[in-house]
């Protein structure tokens, strides 16, 4: 027997989690489609993974390629997209268009469709009738409501349908006539409701849970504290997935955004130059050239 070397005789650490790295969500190699199993097994290993939202085929298909392992089409189509104020308005016929183009667009990630507002608080049945037009129309491969123990009703009956669930508890921004944008869980009663949310949804059978705007000492206890993934935006960084929409992160969105989003690009800069560049060259007549043209 030869023999340890210092590291071989550490297996402690090691040795318990998995560290195959060709199975990370991220990165990884299978090009199969990701499914909420994946997202359970990506738990077990510690392994962190990110969500983007997107809301056409083109921004989808970037992202696939960039091998980001799951993407929301967000009820924010409604402020990012779509061009009203808040995601109050959006209705389930354009949610079910948007998913189906970005399922469209896509080969690898797994698509998680929000419910808008309006089409699952009447009840279970009715977010069953909801849920089932974005999986048979636009083929998503799970749903996300807003709402914990107030929603778990629903949630239940989804997963008893074998429809996966995402939920999404602290700020929901569905509510905001009710409780505008404010930090969720401040407090020891606040603090304790979200708990019980989170715990409510996991009951229910959620796959996974949005923590959206609540401080990071929270969202890590909720994270250490459940079986399914936490996907956090604006959460601190302990939960096991991070979420940004898309058009904050690459500097799209125009105004003011929420403090939490990071800037990886100024895409508004870029296309208004383009733009800008494109009227010059046109009100110059230096576009188009001999080489643009066809004779
Ligand atoms: N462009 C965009 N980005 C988002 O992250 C987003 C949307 N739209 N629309 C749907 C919801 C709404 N979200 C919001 C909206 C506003 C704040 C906001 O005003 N936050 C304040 C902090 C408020 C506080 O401290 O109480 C901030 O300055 O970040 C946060 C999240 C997150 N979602
Ligand atoms: C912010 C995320 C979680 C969302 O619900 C959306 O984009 O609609
Ligand atoms: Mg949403």
């Known amino acids: ?20 790295s060709s199975k990370a969500l991220y990165g990884g190699k299978s090009t199969r489609r990701i499914t909420v199993r994946d997202l359970a097994a990506a738990k077990e290993r510690g392994e962190k993974w990110p969500m983007l939202t997107a809301y056409d085929a083109m921004t989808a ?3 696939d390629e960039a091998g980001i392992p799951v993407m929301l089409v967000g009820d924010s189509a409604g402020n990012c997209h779509l061009g009203y104020e808040t995601t109050v308005p959006v209705t ?7 998913s ?23 009840g279970p049945v009715q ?30 009956l989804l997963v008893e349908s074998g429809i996966p ?14 409780m505008g944008y404010r930090v969720q869980g401040r407090g020891d009663e606040a603090a304790h409701k979200l708990l019980r949310d989170a715990k409510a949804v996991q009951d229910a059978g959620a796959f996974a849970v949005v923590l959206e705007l609540v401080p990071a000492e929270l969202a890590a206890e909720v994270t250490r504290s459940l079986h399914i993934p936490t996907v956090g ?24 955004v929420p403090k939490f989003v990071k800037k990886y690009a100024d895409l508004r800069q ?7 560049a494109f009227a010059e060259d046109v009100v110059g007549g230096t576009f188009p050239l001999e080489e643009h043209s066809v004779h």
Request: hydrophobic fraction near 45%.
């Open 92 to 98: 389930l016929d354009e949610m079910t268009m948007l």
């Open 127 to 156: 977010a069953l009738r909801s849920a089932t037009r974005l999986v048979k129309e636009a083929g998503v491969g799970a749903v996300k409501l807003e709402g914990g123990e107030r929603s778990h009703r629903q949630i239940e």
């Open 233 to 256: 935006i604006g959460a601190g960084p302990e939960t096991d997935a991070q979420v940004l929409v898309w058009t904050d992160m690459l500097g799209l969105t125009g105004g003011k």
């Open 270 to 276: 870029v296309m208004g130059d383009a733009a800008k």
């Open 61 to 63: 298909s970037v992202f």
């Open 100 to 122: 189906a183009a970005v399922v469209r667009g896509t080969s690898r990630a797994l698509i998680v469709g929000d419910l808008p507002f309006g089409s699952y608080q009447e």
């Open 1 to 20: 027997m030869t023999q340890l070397s210092a590291a071989q005789k550490q297996p402690a650490e090691g040795a318990l989690k998995t560290t195959d």
């Open 165 to 178: 669930v995402m939920a999404h508890i602290g700020l929901t921004p569905q509510s905001v006539n009710a």
